[in-house]
């Protein structure tokens, strides 16, 4: 779990989604945002541990690890060099539902995760250095949120992930399963580029195009399995 092409990470998000997105659809209806991934009801338990996921993934990119490559624009054959917008995107989400949750209406942690991440790109060199294997614990808080918020988000896109009735239409085509495939890829890709892919690339500079294809690959069978025999869509 600590090198090759499954790893903690891999291991953690899947388990959730396979495991823990099932099991909380039958215990939803509690919490103000029951239902809601992204809701900013009143929920100070769950804003304060979003904030804390969000501060500690603020740290990771306000660190480096011995070894790992300078993170910038210049080499755009890596992975790691197309993590840094997506992260943007993804912390700004997280962040802004953690201090709506706790009531709080401001842009400010927003503004510091970018000034922190930009600041990061041109100072990396001097950042400080912390294990990479604390590194990794430190973003895996904010991982798994993520997978909190794409198993709400398929529970609300049940129709889609849900293949139970093109498996039992006897008139279903190739084509219409590779138009709802088509469909799962666009979105799921688009969300474990910025969720998953993004700050796990950033806390440790890993993998292989190759590898991260096949964890994505793993990622959204899992999904799809999840949705269609398990429950996670409700």
């Known amino acids: 779990l600590t090198g090759g092409a499954l790893r903690l990470e891999d291991v953690a998000l899947l388990g959730w989604l396979g495991l823990g997105a099932p099991l909380?659809?039958?215990?939803s209806g509690s919490g103000a945002n029951a239902g809601d991934p992204l809701g900013t009801e009143p929920d100070a338990l769950s804003g304060l541990i979003w904030l804390v996921a969000v501060v500690l993934a603020i740290a990771v990119v306000a660190t480096r690890s011995p070894?790992?490559?300078?993170?910038?624009?210049d080499d755009m054959s890596?992975?790691?060099s197309y993590a840094p917008m997506p992260f943007l995107l993804s912390i700004s989400i997280i962040s802004r539902t953690a201090m709506g949750r706790l009531g709080i209406?401001?842009?400010?942690?927003?503004?510091?995760?970018?000034?922190?991440?930009?600041g990061a790109y041109v100072a990396y060199a001097r950042l400080p250095n912390l294990p990479r294997v604390l590194r990794r614990l430190m973003i895996l808080p904010f991982i798994l949120i993520a997978g909190t918020v794409f198993g709400g988000m398929v529970a609300d896109m049940s129709a889609v992930f849900d293949l139970r009735e093109l498996l039992s239409d006897p008139a279903a085509t190739p084509g219409a399963f590779a138009a709802v495939l088509g469909l799962e890829v666009l979105f799921s890709g688009f969300f474990y580029l910025a969720f998953v892919f993004a700050p796990r690339m950033l806390a440790e500079a890993e993998g292989t195009w190759r590898s991260w294809l096949a964890r994505y690959l793993l990622f959204l069978v899992v999904t799809?399995?999840?949705?269609?025999?398990?429950g996670g869509g409700g």
């Open 224 to 230: 799809i399995v999840s949705v269609t025999f398990l």
């Open 67 to 73: 070894g790992d490559p300078v993170i910038g624009f």
């Open 24 to 27: 909380t659809r039958l215990l």
């Open 105 to 118: 209406e401001t842009e400010v942690l927003t503004g510091v995760v970018f000034i922190v991440t930009m």
């Open 78 to 80: 890596t992975p790691r």
